[in-house]
């Protein structure tokens, strides 16, 4: 990492930002400071609700709707931003301060394309021609590993998977080269394999442009990897701050060390009974795409019992998602079939019954685009209890209750809220208690604890486990989190280019040997050590200097 640095780029002095809801104002960052350096890359961490986004953006001089700076100054290279024009900081945003946002679903304009996305701020500002932008997108999305990364940008955001689609963000921010980019939360979406290839790119490239950067994530290992200074945030207040070294080997605070020792959980796996029939088949599947030419699923075969969570894992573009959305009959298969508590589905969801749709139950991996941003809470979660349950007035507000509460929100703070009035984790509750409202018997998780920090994300894998138990519910949980795999799955699926490689236990699975991929997606997940990704990026150019020599 870059340590020369020069004069601060970025200063919050005594910030206080407010959030307005329930008809009045409440202090949401009370009193932060931050000093940031040329080429310095600061890491900021804490629970899902801290404020750590709210600072993001505030660096820009902006606050999301619903939100104003109440006191305190922000500076950015001797502009004050606090008391600069709108003109001002369009100028800067996009050109000398880029974003990249957590969700990148719901960041992309869906009726354009990705490379005119990418071309777009290089042209207002004035950074080159079009054609100049597009071949810079080329390069930059070779150097991020997105997959044909000559033709990939003429894709909408529609035609590649969330991964893809996040490295593609990545790569529009650094089109101007800016001064100061945050990155929110941005290899949520990323399985272990990509995420360390884009953030070795990140990091060369804040290094090569001497770029600074606020690294936004609820993932210490990453952060480790990327910061040169630490900043642990709660309920808005900074509860310390030191190098990065000095805070994983030391944190002073009670807190702090919460944070370091999560994970705890792990679920106590039961043998599946031989003579226990599944809830879930999947028959020799094979689907692909309207127009497309190569098939995204090959042969898919496994079964999942009542009770049993199954794991799915892989790389972006895998076909993880893609055997859930045949599953619920988003996706009509070329070959092979499902079969639900021994009945064969009709392939596609509108041929299915309202006790079929009712039974399978999915939990998507963006909740900003998976709830109508213009309607409440009550409205998102009452709609399947009315249309599944048949549920009216008092009974209805009952179960309301019941399942805010089952999600740890309290009902009468948040049942009359906007979903934007809700930080990412928040957000993904409410889907999952939008899914657990229909009574379902089968819940497919993608990626559900993605946007979560790890202390939130424990609590919800202990609710999913404690539900299960109670209700007998079967999970299928899409994930590129092994800790995850490791804290709830039963059994381990997994995936490479559109086949199932190795499925079994998981502690046969995660045991060695391994399968040749299991052990590069095992050896791809960082560790709360700050020179794991040199090690790991060495060793693995020697490895292919090795086979290269043998070649």
């Not at 310095?40 to 986004?53: C, F």
Request: proline share 4%; net charge negative.
């Amino acid at each position: 990492m870059n340590t020369d640095h020069g004069q601060y780029l970025l200063e919050m002095n005594d910030l206080h930002i407010e959030g307005f809801s329930d008809g009045q104002w409440h202090e949401i960052v009370k009193g932060f400071n931050l000093e940031l350096k040329r080429g310095e890359v600061l890491g900021l961490i804490g629970e899902s609700g801290a404020g750590k986004s709210t600072i993001g953006i505030a660096a820009m001089g902006f606050c999301k709707a619903g939100c104003r700076i109440k006191a305190g100054r922000i500076r950015f290279d001797g502009i004050e931003l606090t008391d600069a024009s709108e003109e001002t900081k369009r100028k800067l945003r996009g050109s000398r301060i880029a974003y990249v946002a957590q969700s990148a679903a719901a960041a992309f304009n869906p009726a354009h394309k990705l490379i005119d996305q990418f071309s777009e701020s290089v042209i207002q500002h004035g950074v080159g021609t079009r054609e100049e932008a597009y071949a810079d997108a080329r390069d930059l999305y070779a150097k991020i590993k997105m997959p044909e990364p000559d033709t990939i940008g003429f894709r909408y955001p529609h035609q590649v998977s969330g991964g893809q689609l996040q490295r593609a963000m990545t790569a529009m921010a650094l089109s101007c080269r800016p001064d100061l980019i945050i990155f929110d939360e941005p290899t949520t979406a990323l399985d272990v394999t990509t995420q360390i290839e884009v953030l070795a790119t990140i990091r060369d490239i804040v290094d090569y442009f001497n770029t600074s950067a606020i690294y936004i994530s609820h993932d210490l290992a990453v952060v480790a990897q990327m910061a040169d200074k630490i900043v642990v945030l709660r309920y808005g207040e900074l509860i310390e701050e030191a190098e990065t070294r000095q805070m994983l080997a030391d944190p002073k605070e009670n807190y702090t060390k919460s944070l370091w020792a999560v994970r705890t959980f792990k679920k106590l796996s039961v043998p599946r009974s031989t003579h226990s029939e599944p809830v879930l088949r999947v028959n020799d599947i094979t689907a692909r795409y309207p127009k497309a030419t190569q098939p995204v699923l090959i042969d898919v075969n496994f079964e999942i019992h009542r009770g049993e969570t199954v794991a799915i894992v892989g790389e972006s573009g895998s076909g993880k998602s893609t055997a859930a959305r045949v599953i619920t009959g988003l996706l009509s298969p070329q070959e092979g079939s499902v079969e639900f508590e021994g009945q064969t589905l009709p392939s596609d969801c509108g041929n299915r019954s309202l006790e079929q749709l009712k039974k399978i139950q999915m939990i998507y991996q963006m909740p900003d685009t998976a709830v109508n941003p213009r309607h409440r809470i009550r409205k998102i979660v009452g709609r399947p209890l009315s249309f599944y349950l048949g549920l009216e007035g008092s009974e209805k507000q009952q179960r309301l209750n019941e399942l805010m509460e089952m999600i740890e929100m309290d009902p009468k703070q948040f049942l009359d809220r906007y979903p934007g009035e809700l930080s990412g984790g928040q957000k993904q509750r409410i889907c999952i208690a939008r899914a657990l409202a229909a009574d379902p018997g089968f819940i497919i998780c993608d990626e559900i604890t993605s946007a979560l920090d790890q202390l939130v994300a424990e609590g919800i894998l202990r609710l999913l486990d404690r539900l299960q138990q109670e209700l007998g519910l079967a999970y299928m949980f899409i994930t590129h989190d092994l800790a995850t795999v490791r804290a709830i799955a039963d059994r381990v699926i997994v995936m490479l280019d559109g086949r199932i490689v190795e499925q079994g236990p998981k502690l046969e699975v995660l045991t060695p040997p391994h399968h040749e991929y299991t052990e590069l997606l095992l050896s791809s997940v960082p560790e709360m050590n700050p020179d794991w990704m040199d090690n790991i990026m060495a060793q693995r150019a020697s490895q292919k200097g090795i086979q290269a020599a043998g070649n």
